[in-house]
């Protein structure tokens, strides 16, 4: 637990910052589905409570972890793949269009 | 190139001081002990009411079953968007032959992943899992086929229209689970507020129609996802 908080700053971090200097439009979608990832282990991690058992209730139990978060996670594995399905065909669409996967070439070749 | 250089330390420190503040925002929220009424209901009285042990399907497809719907909604604008963005050529992009003892190993592999696929879909309510997971794994079991046999193989079987025709079918057919609950006196997509059999919680049917449920909407994120994929993989 003491150890999840830093991973999921640290990869949001890294996600943030691949998209803010890298130029290969690959590596932004990369970058962004990195910071996808790290808010499912977010969502993960707050759902946790100590000796919680999961919420699967065939069995006698005292504490469960809150199943909310996890409910909420598997709609943003979805809707994750969903968009880095989207951003992908959208660079496909550029590449056929302008030759070159370089974000800053594209944005001097507008018009 | 100093000024690139310049461009990513100015980056790397904003980022930094991103990670730092989200950090303390971490720490401060995990130390505070919260009421969690939400949660509490749904663990106390969730498998009476439901009458699935999966308390994490009991969420998404009865108490906030209308947030499932607009789940699907999402994966059928991303198929629908990529499939009309993308060029509707024929020919394929995955032109790599692979060793026969591959495509041994994976048609021997294809029909454990649809009994695991079904299993995870009809179990759902019982155990972990559901409809998610198992179209999850449908839709990974034509990526397979993809890749090993080539993309005219898949395409003579299952085309984009047909998976698009499965896809629909799954969208009506969780809409009209939906009117159900309408019929029974309740709201839309209402499932066990109004009754409809929730059976012994622990054996296969019970749940009311969340079995039904799963299986729609696995039929929706398989072919779905197979769809976009299809449609990725295809170039002119």
């Known amino acids: ?16 910052y691949a998209v803010l200097t890298q130029k290969n439009m690959i590596r932004i979608i990369i970058g962004i589905s990195i910071v996808e990832s790290a808010i499912i282990l977010l969502l993960g991690a707050i759902s946790y409570i100590p000796d919680g058992v999961a919420p699967i209730l065939d069995q006698p139990y005292d504490t469960v972890v809150d199943p909310l978060p996890q409910a909420l996670g598997l709609t943003a594995v979805v809707i994750n793949a969903s968009t880095t399905a989207i951003m992908l065909a959208l660079v496909i669409k550029l590449y056929n269009r302008y030759q070159t996967l370089d974000i800053h070439e594209i944005r001097k070749l507008r018009g | 190139m100093k000024k690139i250089n310049f461009d990513k330390v ?6 930094s001081l991103l990670g730092l503040f989200i950090m303390k925002v971490l720490y401060s929220v995990a130390g505070e002990e919260a ?30 079953a209308f947030d499932t719907l607009g789940e699907a ?13 993308l060029p509707r050529h024929e020919a394929s992009m995955l032109k790599t032959e ?5 495509q041994q190993s994976i048609a021997f592999i294809l029909p454990f992943l ?3 696929s079904i299993f995870l879909i009809s179990y759902g309510h019982l155990s ?9 794994i449908i839709s990974a079991m034509s990526i397979l086929i993809i890749f090993t046999y080539g993309y005219r193989y898949m395409t003579r079987r299952f085309n984009v229209k047909k998976l698009s025709l499965i896809e629909d079918i799954g969208a009506l057919a969780f809409l009209t689970i939906g009117l159900a609950g309408i019929i029974a006196g309740g709201t839309f997509l ?18 009311g129609l969340m079995p039904l449920s799963n299986f729609a909407v696995a039929a929706k994120v398989g072919t779905g996802l197979s769809v976009i994929f299809l449609s990725l993989a295809r170039e002119d």
């Open chain 2, 128 to 136: 972990p899992g559901g409809g998610f997971s198992g179209g999850v």
């Open chain 2, 190 to 207: 209402a499932n066990s507020q109004v009754g409809i059999y929730p059976g012994t919680p622990g054996e296969l049917l019970s749940g």
């Open chain 2, 114 to 116: 649809w009994i695991i």
């Open chain 2, 35 to 64: 009421a969690r009424f939400t949660a509490d209901h749904y663990i106390s009285y969730g498998v009476d009411e439901t009458g699935a042990i999966n308390i994490i399907t009991a969420i998404l497809f009865d108490y906030r």
């Open chain 1, 1 to 16: 637990m003491i150890l999840v908080f830093p991973a999921i700053a640290i990869l949001i971090s890294m996600g943030i």
């Open chain 2, 73 to 85: 909604t999402v994966i059928f604008t991303a198929a629908s968007v990529v499939a009309l963005l």
């Open chain 2, 10 to 15: 100015f980056s790397f420190i904003l980022v």
């Open chain 2, 98 to 102: 692979f060793t026969p003892v591959v």
